[in-house]
T-cell receptor, first 116, second 114 residues
């Protein structure tokens, strides 16, 4: 089964600078990864995805990079805004090799704080 | 924008009591899920539901748990006899098709077992 790990529990950046959130995974067999953002007392909100056939996906201020040889992905937020302050989770299919019925496994989350 | 709706937002129950958490997934979605997050821990998968039956469940989802889609819109999670360790945020999620990454999560129900 797939495991995803976010080794940085927190990140603090200045408004306008770049935020880089990191995620490592264990199993080379996957179809996609997802990044979610979560505010207190709310459910995770989908941010951006990346499929296994790409190494980059961009959506506005958010870009996800995938390094398959290192089993590593990162989320870049440029420029960071105070409203981006939240917990960020990476998630991927829990079952090796594919989608199954879509069971996801989540990282531990990284708390991003963007200071004005 | 379509939403996944969960009720109640907060439920307090006594240990040993039954609780039912309710969810209304997005109407054209076919896959439904329950996840939970114990305070300070990861979001963890409980169960997936497709075509009116459980398609996969985790080791957490034991005989005390059940899910139901009683009509065309609701999707419920029942815990028969709650334990203190069931206290968590419970999230319902839905997804249109296998090929769509667009999981949508509800805002969650905070279950507190006392």
């Amino acid at each position: 089964d797939q495991q995803v790990k976010q080794n940085s529990p927190s990140l603090s950046v200045q408004e306008g600078r770049i935020s880089i959130l990191n995620c490592d995974y264990t199993n080379s067999m996957f179809d996609y990864f997802l990044w979610y953002k979560k505010y207190p007392a709310e459910g995770p909100t989908f941010l951006i995805s990346i499929s296994s056939i790409k190494d980059k996906n961009e959506d506005g201020r958010f870009t996800v990079f995938l390094n398959k040889s290192a089993k590593h992905l990162s989320l870049h937020i440029v420029p960071s805004q105070p409203g981006d302050s939240a917990v960020y989770f990476c998630a991927g299919p829990a079952n090796a090799g594919g989608t199954s019925y879509g069971k996801l496994t989540f990282g531990q989350g990284t708390i991003l704080t963007v200071h004005p | 924008e379509p939403e996944v709706t969960q009720t109640p937002s907060h439920q307090v129950t006594q240990m040993g009591q039954e609780v039912i958490l309710r969810c209304v997934p997005i109407s054209n979605h076919l896959y439904f899920y329950w996840y939970r997050q114990i305070l300070g821990q990861k979001v963890e998968f409980l169960v997936s539901f497709y075509n009116n039956e459980i398609s996969e469940k985790s080791e957490i989802f034991d005989d005390q748990f059940s899910v139901e889609r009683p009509d065309g819109s609701n999707f419920t999670l029942k815990i028969r006899s709650t334990k203190l360790e069931d206290s968590a945020m419970y999230f319902c999620a839905s997804r249109p098709t296998t090929g769509d990454y667009g999981y949508t999560f509800g805002s969650g129900t905070r279950l507190t077992v006392v």
